[in-house]
């Protein structure tokens, strides 16, 4: 049985550097799969389904619903450890109905959390024009400037409602104040995460 903490939050909340930086601290117990990196690492293989999924990363939009499930299933099921974090999922309502049915199928999985990377779209959008600015040339991500954090953004706003209302209703969701160091949320999710595991 593996327990998985979802986690969600604006492009440049940090979900994923604050969870990479919990599960390189208890390697043992936790390990941590971002779904833009295990994308972004399909479309580096250089397969058809990279280009695929490059297609839609380049302009902010979603890859479809089968893409996005298989990765994840893929990476929860080949976990070396009990305990699974994964951030950026889900994004819409549509994923959040398929895992759910997948949850209630699969007795393997436990969803023990859903963690929410809370940032006002003002500092999301400075540390993301700010991690463009900062990158070197050739190095940068296809989706880090202006009109495409517009429309990640906007893609990340309209469902979050229905996300968190359908988690509250569940008693899953947690909300991490996601503006301060990031030492500090960090060491707040942390504590939160191996509460839950211990
Ligand atoms: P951010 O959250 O900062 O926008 P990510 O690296 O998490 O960055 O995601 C980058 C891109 O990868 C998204 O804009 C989208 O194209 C794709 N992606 C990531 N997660 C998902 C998902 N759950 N469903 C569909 N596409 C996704």
């Known amino acids: 049985m593996k327990k998985l903490f979802l986690i969600i939050g604006a492009p440049g909340s940090g979900k994923t550097t604050d969870a990479s930086l919990i599960a390189e601290k208890h ?13 972004r690492a399909e479309v580096k293989s250089g397969s058809e389904l990279g280009k ?26 080949h976990a070396p450890v009990p305990n699974v974090l994964i951030d950026g999922y ?14 209630a199928d699969e007795k393997e999985i436990d969803l023990t959390a859903v963690i929410e990377v809370r940032v ?11 991690r463009a600015a900062e990158a ?13 954090f517009n429309d990640r953004m906007t893609i990340y706003t309209e469902p979050l409602e229905a996300i968190q209302n359908f988690y509250t209703d569940k008693g899953l969701l947690h ?24």
């Open 27 to 39: 390697p043992e117990q936790l390990v941590h799969y971002s779904t833009g990196d295990m994308l």
């Open 52 to 77: 695929e999924i490059e297609s839609y990363i380049s302009r902010g939009a979603l890859v479809p619903l089968n893409i996005i499930v298989d990765t994840i299933v893929s990476a929860i099921n």
């Open 90 to 103: 889900p994004r819409s309502v549509e994923q959040m109905e398929a895992f759910d049915t997948i949850v």
């Open 120 to 130: 006002s779209e003002a500092v999301a959008r400075e540390r993301i024009l700010g």
């Open 136 to 148: 070197a040339p050739g190095e940068g991500r296809s989706d880090d400037n202006e009109a495409v």
């Open 175 to 198: 909300v991490i104040d996601g503006e301060r160091t990031l030492e500090e949320v960090v060491a707040d999710m942390d504590t939160f995460v191996l509460s839950k595991i211990q």
